[in-house]
């Protein structure tokens, strides 16, 4: 599986936007982008995914760029809830027993 | 649907000695996955399962021995605990389908001493 890249951690006001990038430039056709976050202490959790275009479902939206080497989780209205580990993964679309390869992940942390 | 369960929550283990860790989910799903998490960092893959029956290796799978008799239960077997197994270890479990998503499980803090 691709290799991702994610800044350490990243601060957002509570109400405002977080934007998280992930960069996998190695990333190739056959491969998803993933995103899980991890609240202290608790499994992952599954947010959304995508291959080519961009994704929105009820907790985020995912947008891909053209050439598929960068990718940005974009959390419309951050929450103190949402302050978590986010992780980008990519995965090949079929084989291999689901199986998933976490990186360090991206700490955000929401502000009041 | 209860989900991925996890059984212990906690438990400290002598150096030697050998348990299991046991993992069930109840919503039918084909694969299953052992993986650990070490302090500051991500997720590691021990063992996964894509079937009753069938087994495979993960990316750190030395020490940990795992079977797959039923479609619900994946248990994970310390074979003889080791310091270096201290962990936190997270149980998950999916459809086969190409968009399948993970479900975890809450997680069991092992301690090694």
């Known amino acids: 599986d691709a290799k991702t890249t994610q800044p350490t951690s990243m601060d957002c006001a509570e109400g405002r936007a977080a934007n998280l990038p992930c960069n996998h430039s190695?990333?190739?056709?056959?491969?998803?982008v993933y995103w899980y976050r991890q609240i202290h202490s608790q499994g992952p959790q599954y947010i959304i995914h995508?291959?080519?275009n961009n994704e929105t479902n009820e907790m985020a939206s995912l947008i891909i760029t053209e050439d598929r080497k960068s990718s940005t989780l974009i959390l419309p209205h951050a929450t103190l809830r949402d302050t978590a580990v986010y992780y980008c993964?990519?995965?090949?679309?079929?084989?291999?027993?689901?199986?998933?390869?976490f990186g360090t992940g991206t700490q955000l942390k929401v502000e009041l | 649907n209860a989900g991925v369960t996890q059984t212990p929550k906690f438990q400290v283990l002598k150096t030697g000695q050998s348990m299991t860790l046991q993992c069930a989910q109840d919503?039918?799903?084909?694969?299953m996955s052992w993986y650990r998490q070490d302090p500051g960092m991500g997720l590691r893959l021990i063992h996964y399962?894509?079937?009753?029956?069938?087994?495979d290796q993960g990316e750190v799978p030395n020490g940990y021995n795992v079977s797959r008799s039923t479609t619900e239960d994946f248990p994970l077997r310390l074979l003889s605990a080791a310091p270096s197994q201290t962990s936190v270890y997270f149980c998950?479990?999916?459809?086969?389908?190409?968009?399948?998503?993970?479900?975890f499980g809450p997680g069991t803090r092992l301690t090694v001493l």
């Open positions: 190695t990333i190739s056709g056959n491969e998803y």
């Open positions: 399962s894509v079937g009753a029956g069938i087994t």
């Open positions: 998950a479990s999916s459809t086969s389908s190409s968009y399948n998503e993970q479900f």
């Open positions: 919503m039918n799903h084909e694969y």
């Open positions: 995508g291959l080519k």
């Open positions: 993964i990519v995965r090949m679309i079929t084989g291999g027993g689901n199986k998933l390869t």
